[in-house]
Structures are given as structure tokens and as C-alpha cells.
């Protein structure tokens, strides 16, 4: 399913014996687009105190329920590594995390990302070998929070288009599909989608997100309503559009 992250935030995590937060936000590879890491608020239980999790814990989806199953214990997440939301996250970091929850990493042997869906074939264990210290202790640069890219400025080929209004998630996956652009900086109160994978460059210190497109070509778009589900028939045809290759074959 295709969610807007704005629907994803707030969202409950139920743990096997209790709740154990709320969605906070969202770390993202903007390498590959897949998210890395969900930020937590533990809530008053916790003194408010933010925890990282992997996708790969989390279970059964409710949305109507806005809940998520976690497959640990609140002691489990009590227990985790502690994370200063004020300094990057580095490799070294990433795999005390994925030591504590007893899930495999998802880089490969020379960090290198894995595929969204799971690792593939053997995965890195979150173990990390004294040689290797050098590289995982570095930060990484593309592990980016979903917050801090909203309200980024589009640039078109020919200019200011609008802004990051939000970004579309694949529950199952936990991959970024879309971008949602506002354009009512240029065209009146319209949103349309673009794939992050049609995204030329992006810049941190200036805030903006550059795509190989005109304004022309993004207006005549197909339009995105956020009180309508995105489904297979709607993305062929943004596709169509573009004339790009579909994300969901082979």
C-alpha cells in the first residue's frame, strides 16, 4: 500500500506486551530511497525519548487504526542503544542497533546498500570486524529525515516550480515511491507526484531538490489528490506521461 508519510506520523507501535511509541520520522537513503530507520517517541513510559528501529521489526499494518504491531518488548526497547538526535547517525551506530535487535544489516560486505525487500544473499552480520572500524564509524551523508526534506524548493529545468509537500512510502517495503510537489508558488493550489528516482541532484545547504524536467511538463502532469488512493491505474499513467520505465517490472 501507498502511504503519505503525513498519514505514517503519529502512527502507534504496539510491542508484544505494550505500546512503545509513536512515529516520529523517518530516516531515508536518499541513495536508493529506502528508509533505514523509523524515529520513535517513547512517550511519557520512556521520558520522551527517541529510539531507532528498523523496519524490519515492525509487523501487522492498521491504518484505520493508525497502529502498527513491533515484534519486541517494551524492555527490549527500553534497552536500546541511546541515540543523540543532534549528531548523524554513523555506520558504527547503525550496527549496535541492528547487534541489539538481532537483525541483519542491510549494507553488504564493502558497505554496500542492500535491495528493498531484504538483503541479498548472505547477510553482512551487524557484527563488525575490527578492520572495518575506519569505514563504520564515518557518517553517513544520504541518511536524511523525511522532516528536514518537506518544504525543500522544487527546481525545474526553467525554474522555481514549488516545494516538498510530503513523500509517498510503500508500507510493504518501507521504499519511497513518490515525491509530492506543491506548485501553488506557481500553478494555483495543484499537487502532482514525482518519482525520487527522477531526481536530478539534490542540494542540503541550500534546500533544494533539482529534476530534469520543465514547468511546463510537470504542469500538464496528472494531477495527485491526497483523499484519493494511489493505485496501479493511476501510477501506469503517470508513467505513460513521463515515458518512464515502471518501478513494479521485472
Do not use: C
Not at 36 to 50: F, P
Not at 135 to 143: F, H, I, S, Y
Not at 173 to 201: G, M
Request: negative net charge.
Amino acid at each position: 500500500m501507498l502511504i503519505a508519510f503525513e498519514s505514517v506520523r503519529g502512527t502507534t507501535l504496539a510491542g508484544i506486551d505494550d505500546e512503545v511509541g509513536t512515529i516520529l520520522d523517518l530516516l531515508i537513503d536518499t541513495d536508493d530511497w529506502l528508509t533505514r530507520h523509523l524515529v520513535v517517541d517513547t512517550g511519557k513510559w520512556l521520558s520522551d525519548r527517541r529510539v531507532l528501529l528498523p523496519p524490519s521489526i515492525l509487523g501487522q499494518r492498521d491504518w484505520q487504526q493508525r497502529a502498527i504491531a513491533v515484534k519486541l518488548t517494551k524492555q527490549q526497547v527500553q534497552d536500546s542503544p541511546h541515540v543523540d538526535s543532534k549528531k548523524p547517525v554513523s555506520r558504527q551506530m547503525e550496527a549496535e542497533l541492528f547487534k541489539h535487535y538481532d537483525v541483519p544489516a542491510y549494507w553488504g560486505p564493502a558497505g554496500v546498500s542492500m535491495a528493498a525487500g531484504g538483503p541479498v544473499g548472505m547477510p553482512m552480520s551487524a557484527h563488525v570486524p575490527a578492520e572495518e572500524q575506519q569505514t563504520v564509524e564515518e557518517t553517513l551523508p544520504n541518511l536524511r529525515s523525511v522532516k528536514e526534506i518537506r518544504n525543500y524548493w522544487i527546481e525545474a529545468t526553467d525554474g522555481d516550480l514549488g516545494h516538498v509537500e510530503d513523500l509517498i512510502v510503500d508500507d510493504e517495503t518501507w521504499a519511497i515511491r513518490y515525491v509530492v510537489v506543491d506548485t501553488k508558488n506557481w500553478l494555483p493550489a495543484r499537487k502532482v507526484l514525482i518519482s525520487p528516482q527522477w531526481i536530478e541532484s539534490i542540494s542540503w545547504s541550500e534546500t533544494t531538490v533539482s529534476i530534469n524536467m520543465t514547468r511546463e511538463e510537470i504542469k500538464n502532469s496528472p494531477e495527485y489528490d491526497p483523499l484519493t488512493p494511489i493505485n496501479r491505474g493511476y501510477e501506469e499513467h503517470l508513467y505513460d506521461y513521463y515515458g518512464r520505465e515502471r518501478y513494479w517490472l521485472p
